[in-house]
């Protein structure tokens, strides 16, 4: 079993930064691919971004210029640093954890192929 716990979410003015922190319980972080999803009221989870084991990394079109998804094997922590933040990235984040190693990234869109979620963290983008 694995419990992830999202922070670093809050309220933040347009063009400002957040960075999200998962932290992750237990000794096998490494083995996981991690993600980050998003979602907003009313509208389907999303993908937003997501890193193997590997360290190669998958960021859906409309954050792939502003968001950096890493990861501290060390900590057991998977950061998201968001930058140029628009009223649009506006919703609650969701950590998650894959374990399949699957080839490529494509999978790791699906919020289907995760076994574990962490409770989220609220994200505001507003003036």
């Known amino acids: 079993q694995v419990h992830l716990v999202e922070s670093g979410g809050g309220l933040v003015q347009p063009g400002g930064s957040l960075r999200l922190s998962c932290a992750a319980s237990?000794?096998?972080?490494?083995?996981?691919?991690m993600g980050w999803f998003r979602q907003a009221p009313g509208k389907e989870r999303e993908i937003v971004a997501a890193?193997?084991?590997?360290?190669?990394?998958y960021y859906a079109d409309s954050v792939k210029a502003r968001f950096t998804i890493s990861r501290d094997n060390t900590k057991n922590t998977v950061f998201l640093q968001m930058g140029s933040l628009k009223p649009e990235d506006t919703a609650t984040y969701y950590c998650?954890?894959?374990?399949?190693?699957?080839?490529?990234?494509?999978?790791?869109?699906?919020?289907?192929?995760?076994?574990?979620w962490g409770q989220g963290t609220q994200v505001t983008v507003s003036s």
């Open positions: 998650a954890a894959d374990s399949s190693h699957k080839s490529g990234t494509y999978y790791l869109t699906a919020k289907g192929e995760y076994d574990y």
């Open positions: 237990g000794r096998t972080f490494s083995n996981y691919a």
């Open positions: 890193i193997k084991q590997s360290g190669i990394t």
